[in-house]
């Protein structure tokens, strides 16, 4: 009876995802623009589907990101935690990837890397992701550090999950995770999972130089949780590589830390990447002053997927806007600049208010308006 609602409850969602973002469905153009020759290279690696606790057939998973327009997805079933065990048996946990990778078509953009979750107890050790594994059985061992020694033997990104994950929800760096930092077992850390994100993990990350991650950790459809027709999105974690980028370049740059992470309405990252990607993203064009004026106009441009927050510094003033103000994502500003005669160039700065590159660091970034003649 269980194994008749399994296949009644993938026959409806399959139906349900049909009608769900169509606007995204085979997105073609980057979330975030990235310099001449890199990209910045959209994933989630932290899934689940039914071959752990999650309620959806790893097609569907494949079928999501296909439609949100990620680049790459990491398969990330829990070794333990098998509660679908008597509906659907698995001896072996390579299943789940290998279903996802068959779901692929030919032409699509999207990727699948194998990948599983290391989750006995989560108290003192903690949950932790290892990506690009090839074997996930020989990850499953009755302790933690087991397992993950084995994922490092297998060359392996390995990350903690959900860090604030107790009574308290702040993250802390226990004798365990210690140990993992000390001995170069550990490399990247989750500050944002689902819809929470956690400022403590953030600084333990800049303070033992471990890389940022962010992943939605989904158990039902993305559609639930983040409303995904309606505009939201998962939260995901961006990787600089270039535009050409196999995946040992993906990998590479993972162990290397060049990453940011998209959350809600903010992005956080290192400030050596992410200062980059909002110059990329926000441009200033068309300085002028008309006939007979001294306010100087100009257009700010926004080519993200992702509305910027932001504050001027400077000395001068705007004729339409105050010091904070908002430019939607995909648009562009007409700016009056108060320059009271005419100059030859101004300083442009601002912070940008929902983006971090610390906890309560807010990345100053700065423009040079030059007027045309």
């Given amino acids: 009876m269980k194994t008749k609602q399994y296949f009644f409850t993938y026959f409806l969602l399959t139906l349900f995802l049909s009608g769900v973002s169509l606007a995204q469905q085979s997105a073609k153009q980057p979330f975030f623009k990235a310099a001449d020759g890199m990209q910045w ?40 935690y098998q509660p679908h065990s008597e509906d ?28 599983s979750e290391i989750t006995r107890d989560i108290a003192p050790s903690g949950h932790f992701n290892a990506v690009f594994i090839q074997d996930a059985n020989a990850l499953l061992h009755k302790d933690s550090l087991t397992g993950i020694l084995e994922a490092n033997k297998q060359n392996a990104f390995v990350f903690w999950n959900h860090p604030n994950w107790d009574k308290t929800g702040i993250a802390r760096l226990e004798p365990f995770q210690q140990y ?22 953030f600084q333990i990350a800049l303070d033992h130089n471990l890389t940022l991650m962010g992943g939605s950790d989904i158990h039902g459809l993305t559609e639930w949780s983040h409303g995904i027709s309606s505009g939201g999105h998962r939260p995901m974690t961006f990787v600089s590589v270039p535009s050409s980028a196999r995946l040992s370049d993906v990998k590479q740059a993972l162990f290397e830390g060049k990453t940011v992470v998209w959350h809600k309405d903010i992005i956080l990252g290192k400030k050596a990447y992410l200062v980059p990607l909002i110059k990329e993203n926000l441009v200033v064009t068309q300085a002028y002053y008309p006939k007979d004026k001294t306010l100087m106009q100009l257009t700010l441009s926004n080519h993200s997927v992702m509305p910027f927050e932001l504050q001027y510094l400077g000395a001068y003033s705007f004729h339409e806007q105050s010091d904070v103000f908002r430019i939607p994502a995909g648009e562009t500003l007409h700016l009056k600049i108060k320059t009271v005669s005419k100059k ?5 700065p601002f912070l940008v208010l929902n983006a971090l590159t610390a906890p309560k660091e807010h990345p100053k970034i700065s423009w040079d308006a030059i007027p045309q003649k």
Avoid: C
């Avoid at 390579?94 to 999207?110: K, P």
């Fill in 41 to 80: 290279l959209s994933t989630d690696l932290h899934i689940h589907t039914v071959f752990s606790d999650g309620s959806v057939w790893p097609s569907i998973r494949v079928e999501e990101a296909r439609r949100e327009g990620l680049d790459l997805i990491a398969m990330t079933e829990h070794l333990e």
């Fill in 180 to 201: 993992l930092v000390e001995n170069k077992l550990l490399q990247g850390i989750e500050m944002v999972n689902e819809t929470t994100y956690s400022e403590e993990a």
């Fill in 344 to 348: 030859e160039r101004i300083e442009l």
């Fill in 88 to 115: 659907i048996p698995h001896p072996d946990r390579n299943r789940s990837y290998a279903i996802a990778s068959d779901a692929l078509r030919e032409g699509d953009r999207l990727e699948v890397i194998n990948g």
